[in-house]
């Protein structure tokens, strides 16, 4: 069973930088890559039909049989709704990258920074080092 990637886009997919809040360079690698390596789970304040045109526009949309979206817009942070999800999740590998994401037990938080171009990268280099943490252990 794949860890679970919870994913925000505003700050993690699209950043700021030369001069402008924009789409990152690499994004359909990354995404290539995050549905290989994980059960992607979108945690943002998008909308369900956003994230699918979203998908759609960036010649992602095969992705969308993979399609989760997490339902946290009733809790005041996403870090409460995600404290209280792991309840549910029992004994999975649980990983969570955003712009604002703070530690959580349990849960491998990864903040993105939101300027910069090419944070995926470093993004993804954190998530392979802690994926093989898990598969040597």
Do not use: C
């Not at 059960?39 to 526009?57: G, I, M, Y």
């Not at 549910?88 to 649980?94: A, I, K, M, N, T």
Request: hydrophobic share 50%; aromatic share 14%; proline share 3%.
């Amino acid at each position: 069973m794949k860890p679970i990637l919870f994913h925000d886009i505003d700050g993690v997919l699209f950043g700021e930088y030369d001069g402008a809040f924009q789409l990152r360079p690499g994004v359909n690698a990354w995404l290539e890559w995050a549905f290989e390596h994980f059960e992607v789970v979108w945690l943002t304040s998008w909308d369900q039909e956003k994230v699918k045109a979203f998908l759609t526009v960036t010649y992602n949309a095969h992705l969308l049989h993979q399609f989760q979206i997490a339902n946290w817009t009733n809790y005041a942070q996403k870090n409460v709704w995600l404290v209280e999800a792991m309840t549910r999740l029992g004994e999975r590998d649980v990983f969570w990258i955003d712009d604002e994401a703070v530690p959580l037990e349990d849960i491998e938080a990864i903040r993105v920074n939101p300027k910069g171009a090419h944070e995926l990268v470093a993004v993804q280099a954190q998530l392979d080092q802690l994926l093989g943490f898990l598969h040597d252990n």
